[in-house]
């Protein structure tokens, strides 16, 4: 079965830090641009980051750029979210979502195709 | 960044009608378009990807048409299961953004 499993959520104090990991399983993992989603609570979606299928390359929203690291170990097939300097709007549900990515003639097809259950991170003091 | 807007936030609707989401981009996207339908307390789901491909085991009632700058998501006959929030995300730039939501609700 293809899964993904998000751990790592808690309480942390604002300026504290958190690492959020999610575990793939049932798909090739090192074939998947990999993405974090949050959504607080009560609001809409909202896409974080992005890692590609090698690690080589990573992609942050605005809010988070310079807070947050992303990162993948293609190895153990799973995706990490290293969040630091957080602050009270960061509290949210986190999602990973796959993104297949593939080609196919002229065109690219880019989606996110499957979602872990989500993790929750609270930012208070 | 590429702004995503839906319209309309909330709508209601009753079982059997026929719905129409609409999607506007802040620029061309092409058919980068994606829409995920999301329950409460649930993980988003993905319904429809490049602005009109149904993703494997979603109902052919849901259907999306549209490219460039405006999209639709449209559901011929509401089913009870149906009634949830749906968002539309686009694709063309590698940071994704999502639009605000639309809330079906049940008339």
């Known amino acids: 079965e293809v899964q993904l499993v998000e751990s790592g959520g808690g309480l942390v104090q604002p300026g504290g830090s958190l690492r959020l990991s999610c575990a793939a399983s049932?798909?090739?993992?090192?074939?998947?641009?990999m993405h974090w989603v949050r959504q607080a609570p009560g609001k809409g979606l909202v896409w974080v980051s992005c890692?590609?299928?090698?690690?080589?390359?990573?992609s942050y929203a605005d809010s988070v750029k310079g807070r947050f690291t992303i990162s993948r170990d293609n190895a153990r097939n799973t995706l990490s979210l290293q969040m630091n300097s957080l602050r009270a709007e960061d509290t949210a549900v986190y999602y990973c979502a796959r993104d297949p990515r593939y080609g196919a003639g002229y065109y690219y097809y880019y989606y996110m195709d499957v979602w872990g259950k989500g993790t929750t991170v609270t930012v208070s003091s | 960044d590429i702004q995503m807007t839906q319209s309309p936030s909330s709508l209601s609707a009753s079982v059997g009608d026929r719905v129409t989401i609409t999607c506007r981009a802040s620029q061309s996207i092409g058919t980068y378009l994606n829409w995920y339908q999301q329950k409460p307390g649930k993980a988003p789901k993905l319904m429809i990807y490049?602005?009109?491909s149904l993703q494997g085991g979603v109902p052919s009632r849901f259907s999306g048409s549209g490219s460039g700058t405006d999209f639709t998501l449209t559901i011929s006959s509401l089913q009870p299961e149906d009634f949830a929030t749906y968002y539309c995300?686009?694709?063309?730039?590698?940071?994704?953004?999502f639009g605000q939501g639309t809330k079906l609700e049940i008339k």
């Open positions: 890692v590609n299928s090698d690690g080589s390359s990573t």
């Open positions: 490049a602005a009109s």
């Open positions: 995300q686009q694709a063309y730039s590698t940071m994704y953004t």
């Open positions: 049932g798909f090739t993992f090192s074939s998947h641009w």
